[in-house]
């Protein structure tokens, strides 16, 4: 039996709207209708005009508007009880594609990366007073946070290489590190960072050496070095800076979950990070290709529209099943999420972060050349939406992470499959 086979036997797929789902669908493409496309422009120039780390007043606006709406915190699964609007990760995926049209648009409904990833490390893994202290004030949308593992000087993609130092000293640990490429550690209202480093860095087991700390962003030696640029972008009014922490001291009772335990939250947090990135990217393709039709129709060259070109068509075409395909495969993954938890998933993950981003980037690749010189210009989203998906081929992993693990794991599995069904094991008591 094949991989394929396996999976398809083990998962039901539904992927039908629930009478719930298809109204905050319709209420959400309402929204986005009434207020998020129309003021694309006017946050583009708030953004520009005011600080560049300062979140725009549109954006308290619509985020008034969202609560108001119930359109709010619609990513957090129904596992977190009280924290939860009561979704599960199938459920969401359609309400996170809509939200991904615009790349800003997730947070006015309080579903952005980083601090989703956050919240759920905080439902999931923090005490009680860290989830008041912390959590609550996120739900609400009043502050925001990064999230800070990377490191420029090893390659973070292997979590086991990071460098930097958590040495406990009384009741207090101290910090130690350089990072970069911290989403959201730039902007004016992130008051809390979640910080990986090492807090037993001789340990034989690599993989309880890191441990996860709670650090605010307005402690003594949290330096913000820069906004590190993508594709020239930097990305305001989140960004991603390097960040040092220099001898930064805070509270044991910071600790989340406890020492050694840090790749273990690590891996529970990037599990839906990854899909909730794969989600908002069929989005983005989506709106792109729906440019690239409307483009067609009504670009003239050489006499007739566009469209009259086989070239065109056939990437129209190309495009069309690339997303649905892509689509699909992210339904299915958050499927078997809910049925069977992140872990039974993983294989799945992987194969739609893998397919998604690359996805995303040729779609809209094909966009901007169909656009000609405009597609590159800040006239359409094309261009921005472009390097936001190309990043998101490194974002909580890069590519060649996702394959090495996934052909290992098919590999092996596959294997095992074939092994049991040459040598099936005997009943108990069978005498040879």
């Not at 990305?235 to 050694?260: C, K, T």
């Not at 995303?360 to 094309?382: N, P, T, Y």
Request: aromatic residues 6%; glycine residues 8%; negative net charge.
């Amino acid at each position: 039996m094949g991989f394929g086979q396996l999976q398809l036997k083990e998962s039901t797929m539904n992927f039908e709207f629930s009478p719930k789902v298809q109204a905050l669908r319709e209420r959400l493409l309402a929204f986005m209708d009434e207020h998020i496309y129309p003021n694309e422009s006017l946050w583009e120039q708030q953004v520009e005009e005011g600080d560049r780390w300062e979140s725009p007043a549109i954006l308290a606006e619509l985020k008034a508007k969202a609560k108001d709406a119930g359109l709010w915190n619609l990513f957090l699964p129904q596992v977190y009880g009280e924290f939860s609007p009561g979704l599960t990760n199938l459920e969401y995926a359609p309400l996170a594609e809509i939200m991904g049209r615009v790349y800003w648009a997730s947070e006015v409904f309080n579903c952005s990366a980083p601090d989703t990833g956050n919240m759920e490390v905080l439902a999931r893994y923090g005490n009680k007073e860290q989830q008041e202290r912390w959590l609550q004030p996120l739900l609400n949308g009043e502050i925001r946070s990064a999230f800070s593992m990377t490191e420029p000087d090893v390659a973070s993609s292997d979590a086991t290489n990071v460098e930097t130092s958590i040495v406990r000293d009384g009741d207090e640990y101290v910090i130690n590190g350089r990072k970069w490429y911290i989403s959201g550690a730039c902007n004016n209202h992130t008051q809390i960072h979640i910080v990986m480093g090492k807090t037993d860095p001789d340990n034989s087991n690599k993989y309880i050496q890191q441990s996860m700390i709670l650090v605010p962003a307005n402690t003594p030696g949290v330096k913000v070095v820069r906004p590190m640029k993508v594709f020239g972008y930097d990305d305001a009014p989140e960004g991603h800076a390097e960040v040092i922490y220099d001898n930064v001291r805070v509270p044991v009772s910071n600790m989340l979950l406890g020492e050694g335990r840090g790749f273990e939250i690590a891996q529970g947090r990037l599990g839906p990070g990854r899909i909730h990135h794969c989600m908002r990217t069929v989005g983005l393709a989506q709106r792109a290709l729906e440019q690239m039709c409307e483009r067609a129709e009504t670009r003239i060259a050489f006499g007739k529209p566009l469209s009259k070109q086989q070239s065109v068509r056939e990437a129209i075409a190309k495009s069309a099943c690339e997303v649905e395909q892509a689509r699909l495969l992210t339904l299915k993954a958050a499927a078997k999420m809910d049925q069977g938890g992140n872990k039974a998933a993983k294989d799945l993950i992987a194969m739609i972060k893998i397919v998604a981003p690359n996805m995303g980037c040729a779609v809209i690749d094909r966009a901007i050349q169909l656009h000609g010189g405009g597609g590159l210009s800040q006239d359409f989203f094309l261009a921005k939406a472009y390097t936001i998906t190309r990043s998101i081929r490194l974002a909580d992993g890069p590519d060649q992470v996702h394959m090495m693990q996934l052909g290992r794991n098919l590999a092996r599995d596959v294997h095992a499959q074939n092994l049991a069904a040459q040598h099936p094991a005997k009943p108990v008591g069978a005498v040879s």
